[in-house]
């Protein structure tokens, strides 16, 4: 029977494209796309830099150990020349040895060692702290949601080439059903048991199938060059994909979804540590309105050190606790405040903007969910009855109860079933994949 035949020339056709082909999974596609792509890796720096910066920050509440050398050259050094004192019995008084004494030396040299530790700077540095903790945690997210929507976008790309190969699968086996039909109807014509015009029918419909092969053939390329502009790799010419599994269709709930989404969509999570590091900025900017409190202490070895009289290298230390209060700058340190305090004012409103966007997603895409498992049971019942049809046309047109074209007609609605049925089980896929983007459930961060 022609249905066996088309069945088996399926079949072939898919086990054909096996022979000597490399597979390719979803998951190596995942790996691929993950280690290739350059915006990820950009993003992964970021992280990497906001994460020096919390160090950074961290550090500066810690004692600091410095080292410093000098010498200096000068053209003169200062002298003090006091004549002998005169007194009344007539004898003089020296008071500094005779041509006068110098104060240092022209050549000076000073080696330190200074261990200082701030010790109040009106909580600035611990606000700085906190700061760079949440925008290097804003910067962590920012990352895990480029991955997340890359990872998507894989998987869509995947889908979008397991249905293109499948439907050229199935456009080549009508297009060599078609054939076949095509010489029997030449043969019929050669005996005298058809007329012209149905082998002119029948060649046409052979034209048709061709360029719905040609058609499907552009798709598998264009799929797989949008797969390889992700994974930054080849798709090979003879590649097999995985084995395309269709889940037991159920509904979705779009409260669940709904909810699910605000308290795990990326993009929120890293809003929210965007507006606390500006709350934190906010509160760096009020803490110009304390004084700094510092102390240090040093350890010289130097020549003349401190004795500018003796002028001989000497061990000496100095210790001390320095204030700094910066009383007046004309308003600038509110202004910063009130500039910190507007930024998370917008951040506020962002949220909210990004919150309605969110909701509006999961709507689609719990919808599309919805409408592609409809598809899936309609198209499903359609290519049963397609097949029916064709079975019985079939055998009519062998008795030679039905017309060429109806016979015709009833390939091409089989075909057209199969591809129907493929294409809203490719999407439901799809479809599934977009609902774990929309509801921040899927593709968790892989390292």
Not at 177 to 186: N, R, W, Y
Not at 197 to 203: C, I, P, R, W
Request: aromatic residues 8%; negative net charge; charged residues 25%.
């Amino acid at each position: 029977m022609r249905q066996t035949h088309f069945l088996f020339l399926l079949v072939l056709l898919i086990l054909t494209s096996v022979v000597r082909a490399e597979n390719l999974t979803l998951q190596q596609c995942f790996e691929l796309a993950l280690a290739n792509n350059p915006s990820l890796e950009i993003a992964r720096i970021d992280v990497l830099l906001a994460r020096e910066d919390e160090k950074q920050a961290g550090k500066e509440k810690l004692p600091s150990l410095n080292f410093s050398g000098s010498y200096r050259r000068q053209s003169e050094v200062p002298e003090i020349e006091i004549p002998p004192i005169e007194t009344p019995f007539g004898q003089s008084i020296t008071v500094f040895p005779e041509g006068g004494m110098t104060l240092g030396s022209l050549d000076t040299y000073d080696f330190k060692i200074t261990l200082s530790q701030p010790v109040f700077t009106g909580f600035r540095l611990h606000n700085r702290q906190k700061n760079a903790l949440a925008l290097a945690e804003n910067k962590q997210f920012d990352y895990d949601r480029k991955k997340s929507e890359l990872l998507y976008n894989v998987e869509t790309a995947y889908r979008n080439l397991q249905k293109t190969v499948k439907i050229l699968a199935i456009t080549q086996a009508g297009e060599k059903q078609v054939e076949l039909h095509l010489k029997d109807v030449q043969n019929f014509y050669e005996q005298g048991m058809a007329r012209k015009d149905d082998v002119l029918k029948v060649d046409v419909k052979l034209k048709e199938a061709e360029l719905a092969v040609l058609q499907a053939q552009n798709a598998v390329d264009l799929a797989g060059a949008y797969l390889e502009n992700l994974t930054g790799q080849p798709v090979p010419e003879n590649v097999t994909l995985q084995t395309v599994e269709i889940p037991q269709p159920e509904s979705v709930n779009q409260n669940e979804s709904l909810s699910r989404a605000y308290s795990q969509r990326l993009e929120l999570k890293s809003l929210q540590f965007l507006k606390t590091a500006l709350g934190f900025t906010e509160k760096i900017a009020q803490g110009e309105y304390w004084p700094s409190v510092a102390v240090y202490a040093s350890y010289a070895y130097g020549k003349p050190g401190l004795n500018f009289v003796q002028d001989e290298w000497m061990n000496y230390w100095v210790a001390g606790i320095g204030l700094e209060w910066n009383l007046w700058n004309w308003g600038k340190t509110n202004s910063r405040a009130q500039q910190a305090k507007l930024k998370v004012r917008a951040i506020e409103e962002n949220i909210a903007q990004i919150r309605q966007a969110i909701k509006l997603d999961v709507s689609q895409a719990c919808l599309q969910v919805s409408e592609v498992i409809k598809r899936v049971e309609l198209t499903g019942k359609i290519e049963n009855q397609a097949e029916e049809t064709y079975r019985i046309m079939e055998n009519n047109y062998k008795n030679g109860v039905v017309s060429n074209s109806e016979f015709l007609d009833s390939q091409f609605d089989l075909t057209r079933a199969r591809l129907q049925h493929v294409q809203a089980e490719i999407d439901y896929l799809i479809s599934l994949a977009n609902l774990k983007r929309a509801d921040g459930s899927s593709f968790l961060p892989v390292e």
